[in-house]
């Protein structure tokens, strides 16, 4: 038995990408950051969906690369470097 409608589900995570754009804007604006948000992700389609969302005003980066299977993906050093150094990260 299904709670939530697929289309519910879809408004719902919109949403939530959408509030954590918002708030790593306001955030880098606060900073003296600029007007572009810098944002990791964690696997391609979010980062596709986010970079789609911010459009111009963020640079995403996707911590696992397009293709590979996110359960078996190690990360390395700079991973955990870029973590860090970043504003906003979205992830599911």
Known sequence: MRIWSPMLQRLLFSGVIGVILC???????ASGQGNVVKIVTTVSPI???VQN????NV????????????????????DVKTLQEEIGRAHV
Not at 53 to 56: C, L, Q
Not at 59 to 70: R, Y
């Open 59 to 78: 640079v995403v980066k996707g911590i696992v690369p397009e293709g590979m299977d996110s359960h078996t993906f190690e990360p390395i050093p700079s």
């Open 47 to 49: 980062t596709n969906m």
């Open 23 to 29: 708030c790593a804007y306001s955030f880098a604006v």
């Open 53 to 56: 969302v911010g459009g111009k």
